[in-house]
Structures are given as structure tokens and as C-alpha cells.
């Protein structure tokens, strides 16, 4: 890397200063050659000549000893020695934001070109991190809603704070990253199972305060739904409710569980729905037959997927464009398994060389499930390894061009990495990647070391690859790890590391990742709203309908974002000061300005822009409308975070 002091560029413009200490390394010994070498390795001594030098026997080994403290006292004004002294790194900092001159900036990610398996390692643990966040998330907005609709609910705030630490507790390394030993996990799953169990009792408490006397009663009894939709755009969505029976007039039952499937059309956003069992929509069927070559089809409105006797995807056309996605000769959901024999650190690392060792994984079973007309399934089975079998249930409902695969695995394999590579008719020579509150582009070659370097890299919800016009993005529930190499895209499912813990992953697996087709470049999609929608299903309640018919919500929004297809509302809550302030965040999620306009059927006094800690830093001016709420207009920079402050 060629800096030592610099400023960092963040995806929205700001920056931080960074220093990467020029002894390279946080252990050192106080020894006259490694402060030397500080010298000679720092590489922006041009615009400030000092620097951090860490000492002592760090990574859980005690610290500084007498000899190192002896020795650093003696060296502090040698001749031939760089001057020292013992000081608080805020010192540090402080001193070289005052002294030094126009520091370097460096735009983006610093990409760490090691420990690349922590993507992947600990399956479970990195499934539960990512149901917390999002069960918190839908806790936080409904007990926020009931309670300033003065509903009869006490908003949980030390409960959800307890939660959020732990969740919090488990992303330390070497938790959330896999690289723990066994009796870690042991005790994270605790942890998760009681943050889950917590989390969901308080969103039924306050499902209960907001719709309890909307005609609320037992799946078997009840005639109809209920949904909440806590994403901040409008939307339709195929639901099932388990214990729900045909009797109602159910257009259709899922056989792999017996839930019940409806239609939920246009629910609005951050608002609420009734949804009638035998209601759909206009949905066009959606079906699943044999074609002439024997191939399996899977097919609606908006795209025709077709897989062979392997399992393989090799068909994907989309019916709006006439386009076909998927190369001749190619295929998408191709089950990769790798040699995965790190040289270091069994649970850290992938390596580069594991891309040229793997076996393609063939179904040995691919049968027709559900046939419509809300949706259509495939059962896919096979062997993976010597020890382990994988079942899928590949999906499509009649109202999306989403293609779902959901997973069960037993996994009983020993340095194997298996993977899903989907290759694609598209030409780009970058992908873009979600990352916290923004995405970032990496390369699809290898044309120099620091490409090669990104092998494989971490992802949030999302990977996608497109071209001017048109794109196909890889969706997840809970992995991390994703590659492009020219138009081929994999996502890694599981690893199976034997140090520090011997059972990595062992037994059984489940999860889900999507493919999501896109008419327009990245930028001009709405992959993020459907990796949302995929992460973040509607809140569903069972109603009697003739009572719910009466809900005061019904059609209407609570929260809802307008004029800006680019912003997402990421979370409402209420304020950390113990206040009845709603506090609202919002985020630009594309890389482009907007000039959003949020517009809320709640009551406040006024809302301010405040910083993260919320903090008051702009007064902005709330506006209502008559019959239409009060709502705000917020001006957003590429990528930025927004955070609002409603008084009560």
C-alpha cells in the first residue's frame, strides 16, 4: 500500500485520517532497529514526519513488560534515533491534523488481501447476525408507530438496547468472522436464541397494541390477513400462511410445507394491508411443466427459466425484453465444490489456488413440485462430496421475475468450500457489491496483482453484474462471499475448516440466495429495494375479515418516501435520550443526489437534521397537507446517511 498518513474518502465524500503505523506491526518489541525501520518505511514523511509505534505483546498477550518500558525510556533522545515519547493516540491524531501539510486522500476501499474465508466460516452464526438485525429493525418501527399513536405499549427501550449489544457483542472477531473455537459458538448461539426469542415477542406485543382490535385471531380461524410492509416503497408479494386451509377459497397450498398462498397487492409503503385469501390481483399464472427437450420449466409473466436433469439453469430469458441471460453452452446454479486447504489459517483463509480445484456438482433428482398459479416449484436433490446431500426448492411466483433457490443442506465435508456460479450474457469489466449504506465496484479481471487479490470478496445482500441497458443481480439471506471473474458470478455457500473448531459448520445448513433480472444498468434498477424485499418479509397478522375490513390503517402509510426511487428509509426508532421523539433514517443508495420527500400520517411538532448520535444540527420545515399527513422535504449527497428527528 504506498501510504502511511492519509486521509480517507468514505463513499459519500467525507473522510477520516488514517494511519497505518510504519513498524507494520501491532506487537513490537521497543528495539532500536524497529524504530529505525518506522522511519525508513514511513511513506509520507513529506507531509508529516511522525507516527504511531505500537508496543508490547498485544493479541492477548499482556502488554508492555519492564524491559520495554526500560528500553523506550532510554531511546526517547538518542542521536541517530528517532525521538519518542508516551502519548494517547487522540494526542497523536490531534497533532497531526494541526501539523501536518496537505496529506494525500485515498478514495474507497482498502481492501485486506488475506483472511478471506471469514466470508464464509460459521454459517449459522452469520444467519443469526443477519435475522437479528433485521427482526430488530421491523421491533424498533412498530413499537415506534404504536406508541405515538398513543397506543397501549410501553416502547421497549432497555430491552431492545440489551438486544442490539449482544447483537453488537457477537460482530467482535472472532465471533461473527468464524475464526472462534468451538465453545465460542456454543455460547453466541445462546446468545441468538435469546435476542430471537426476545425480539419476537416484542414484535407481536407490538403487532398486538397496533392491530390487536383489527379482528385478530388463530391462522385456522381466521378468514383473511393482515400485512405491514416496513420497506419504504409499495409493494406485492405472494405470502403463505401455515394453518390456513383451502376451505376460504385459497387459490393454492405449498406442498412442501401446507401453507396457504395469497396474493398481498400494493401494500403500501411503511403501511398496511388486508389481504383477502381468494384474492389475485389480476396476477397472470404462473406454472411449471416438461418442455419438448425434457428440460424443466419454470415460467410467468415476466421471465421463462428452464433447468436440465443436472440441476443446471441453462435458460433464463426475460419475456419483457425477449432477452436470454444465460450463453450457449453455459449455465447458472452450477454447484462448485473446492479443494479449500488454506496454508496458514484453516477458518481465515480462502486461497487463490482453490479456484482451479473443484468438481461440478450434479442433481441426481429434479421432480416438479408446486405447478401454480401463484407459484411454481422444483425440487432439486444431490449428492455434494462423499458425505453430504443438498436439497433445493427452486421458486417462482407469479408476481415477480425473482427466481428463489432455498436450501437444506447436510454438510459433512472436510476442507471444502462449496459454491453457486451463475454465468451470465453480460459484459462488464466491473461488479458492484453492497456494503454498508452504499455499494462498491470491484473488478471482473485480473489484469494486475491488486485485481488478482480480489479473488473473492464480501458482499451485504447483493452482488450484480451489468451493462448499459440491462443487469442480473445474485441475492442472499446470509452469505458473504461472492467472486466475478469475466461474466461468471459465484457465490460461496459453505466451508468445512477443522482449526480452531473441528465441527465448522458440520450438520445441517439452510439458506436462500435469488436471482433478480433488471432491465436498465445497476443504477437505474431497483436491486436494492428487492434485496430488502428478499431479506424483509411483509409482517403478516391472521384477521377475521369482517372486522379487519373496519381498520383504520387499511390502505395507509405510515412512513412513506416519494420522488426519490434512490433513497431507502433504513430504520425509524425512538430517540436514545429516553424522549417521545421518533427518530427516522434515511440513506441514498445508489450513488446520486435526490431530493426526497418523506411524508408521515403520525403527528409531530417539528423535525430536525441531526448528526448520527442525534444530535441536533438543522431545523428543516415540516409541512402538512390536508387529508394527505405532514411530510419533509431532505436533500441527500451521493451515498449519504440522513438521520431525522421528530418531536412529539
Known amino acids: 500500500f504506498p501510504h502511511t498518513t492519509f486521509r480517507w474518502v468514505g463513499l459519500d465524500g467525507s473522510d477520516v485520517l488514517c494511519h497505518m503505523c510504519p513498524a507494520e506491526t501491532y506487537t513490537a518489541e521497543a528495539k532500536a532497529d524497529q524504530l529505525i525501520s518506522s522511519v525508513k518505511k514511513h511513506k509520507d514523511i513529506g507531509y508529516t514526519n511522525e507516527s504511531l509505534y505500537l508496543y508490547g505483546y498485544g493479541d492477548g498477550g499482556g502488554g508492555p513488560t519492564e524491559d520495554m518500558l526500560e528500553r523506550m525510556d532510554r531511546m526517547k533522545d538518542v542521536d541517530a ?94 465471533v461473527i468472522p468464524g475464526s472462534s473455537i468451538e465453545v465460542v459458538y456454543k455460547d453466541s448461539d445462546k446468545i441468538y436464541a435469546d435476542v430471537l426469542e426476545s425480539a419476537r415477542s416484542m414484535k407481536e406485543n407490538a403487532v398486538v397494541a397496533l392491530f390487536g382490535d383489527s379482528g385478530m385471531c388463530a391462522a385456522e380461524e381466521a378468514t383473511g390477513m393482515l400485512v405491514f ?244 443481480a445474485l441475492l442472499n439471506d446470509s452469505k458473504y462471499g461472492y467472486a466475478a471473474l469475466g461474466n461468471t458470478m459465484t457465490i460461496t455457500l459453505l466451508r468445512s475448516p477443522k482449526s480452531p473448531d473441528a465441527n465448522c459448520d458440520m450438520g445441517h445448513q439452510s439458506f436462500r440466495y435469488a436471482v433478480y433480472p433488471h432491465q436498465g444498468s445497476f443504477n437505474e434498477s431497483r436491486v436494492v429495494q428487492e434485496a430488502y424485499q428478499f431479506n424483509v418479509p411483509l409482517v403478516q397478522l391472521p384477521v377475521d375479515m369482517s372486522v379487519a375490513a373496519t381498520c383504520e390503517f387499511r390502505g395507509s402509510s405510515f412512513f412513506a418516501l416519494s420522488d426519490a426511487p434512490n433513497v431507502v428509509l433504513d430504520a425509524v426508532k425512538a430517540a436514545e435520550d429516553g424522549s417521545q421523539d421518533v427518530i427516522v433514517r434515511l440513506y441514498e443508495a445508489y450513488g446520486g443526489r435526490s431530493k426526497a420527500v418523506l411524508t408521515t400520517k403520525l403527528t409531530f411538532g417539528g423535525v430536525a437534521k441531526t448528526n448520527i448520535l442525534e444530535e441536533q444540527m438543522e431545523k428543516l420545515e415540516l409541512m402538512t397537507a390536508a387529508g394527505k399527513g405532514q411530510h419533509v422535504v431532505v436533500d441527500l449527497r451521493p451515498f449519504e446517511v440522513v438521520t431525522l428527528r421528530f418531536r412529539a
Open 81 to 174: 534515533l528517532p525521538k519518542v515519547k508516551h502519548a494517547h493516540p487522540n494526542d497523536y491524531y490531534d497533532h497531526v491534523k494541526k501539523n501536518s501539510k496537505d496529506l494525500v486522500a485515498w478514495n474507497g476501499e482498502l481492501y485486506f488481501e488475506l483472511h478471506r474465508g471469514t466470508y464464509t466460516s460459521q454459517a449459522k452464526t452469520k444467519k443469526q447476525n443477519r435475522q437479528s438485525e433485521y427482526l430488530l429493525r421491523d421491533v424498533e418501527m412498530l413499537s415506534a408507530i404504536a406508541r405515538s399513536l398513543g397506543k397501549d405499549l410501553v416502547y421497549p427501550s432497555a430491552e431492545v438496547t440489551r438486544l442490539w449489544k449482544l447483537v453488537c457483542l457477537n460482530q467482535f472477531h472472532d
Open 229 to 472: 410492509n416496513s420497506t419504504s416503497w409499495p409493494r406485492t408479494d405472494v405470502i403463505a400462511v401455515p394453518g390456513m386451509g383451502q376451505h376460504l377459497g385459497t387459490q393454492q397450498v405449498r406442498k412442501q410445507d401446507q401453507a396457504a398462498l395469497m396474493v398481498a397487492a400494493a401494500v403500501p409503503s411503511g403501511g398496511v394491508q388486508i389481504v383477502s385469501p381468494s384474492n389475485d390481483a389480476d396476477a397472470v399464472p404462473v406454472s411449471a411443466y416438461h418442455d419438448s427437450n425434457g428440460l424443466v420449466v419454470l415460467e410467468n409473466l415476466y421471465v421463462t427459466a428452464k433447468f436440465n436433469s443436472n440441476g443446471h439453469l441453462t435458460s433464463f430469458v426475460d419475456r419483457r425484453t425477449e432477452r436470454e441471460l444465460v450463453p450457449q453452452g453455459q449455465a447458472g446454479n452450477v454447484m462448485r465444490l473446492h479443494d479449500d486447504v488454506p496454508i496458514f489459517w484453516d477458518a481465515w483463509d480462502i486461497e487463490i489456488n482453490h479456484l482451479h480445484r473443484f468438481f461440478v456438482m450434479n442433481a441426481s433428482n429434479v421432480t416438479i413440485v408446486d405447478e401454480g398459479p401463484l407459484l411454481a416449484s422444483i425440487s432439486i436433490e444431490m449428492s455434494v462430496g462423499k458425505n453430504s446431500r443438498m436439497r433445493q426448492f427452486v421458486s417462482l411466483s407469479a408476481v415477480s421475475p425473482r427466481l428463489e433457490f432455498d436450501c437444506d443442506v447436510d454438510w459433512h465435508e472436510s476442507h471444502k468450500c462449496l459454491k453457486a456460479a451463475f454465468t451470465w450474457d453480460i459484459r462488464s469489466d466491473n461488479a458492484t457489491y453492497e456494503t454498508q449504506y452504499g455499494v462498491v465496484q470491484r473488478p471482473t479481471h485480473r489484469n494486475t496483482t491488486w485485481d488478482m487479490a480480489k479473488f473473492e470478496v464480501c458482499a451485504h445482500k447483493f452482488g450484480d453484474l451489468s451493462e448499459f441497458g440491462y443487469g442480473v
